[in-house]
């Protein structure tokens, strides 16, 4: 009787167990899809934040240059945030990624090799 019961128990733990498991594969496939959605269609991205001197900089340079680029403020866009981590894992701010080409800090020579190297591999 006694051992029965310990085997429910352990169908009974298995269970829950699995069903979490479920639960939580589901759960990481819908952040990672809200994670993709939140993502702007801009290939030109500035991580910036507003109190940066180097961030209004770049700012600057981007508008005088008349790039189309959109503006990430990684304080209070939690997308923004994720997304810098990943390709600055330094953490120094502003970041520029260009059609995947990453340049670090206010550099506007590597903006501009960054913007050609990446618009040329662009399709046309």
């Known amino acids: 009787m006694v051992a029965a ?3 429910l128990l352990m169908c009974l ?9 479920r639960g939580v594969a589901r759960a990481l496939a819908a952040q990672e899809a809200d994670h993709a959605a939140a993502a702007p269609t801009n290939p030109v991205r ?5 109190w940066c001197p180097y961030c209004a900089k770049a ?14 403020d990684i304080e209070s866009n939690a997308w923004a945030r994720s997304e810098y981590r990943r ?3 330094r953490g120094s701010i502003p970041a520029l990624d260009a059609y995947g080409e990453v340049v670090i800090g206010f550099d506007p020579q590597g903006y501009t090799a960054a913007l050609q190297r990446g618009a040329a591999r662009q399709p046309r």
Do not use: F
Not at 13 to 21: E, F, L, S
């Open 13 to 21: 733990a298995g269970a829950i167990v699995w069903k979490g498991m």
């Open 5 to 7: 019961v310990g085997v």
């Open 87 to 89: 390709v600055n894992p």
């Open 59 to 72: 700012r600057a340079w981007l508008n005088g240059q008349h790039v189309d680029y959109v503006e990430l």
């Open 46 to 50: 500035l991580y910036s934040t507003s």
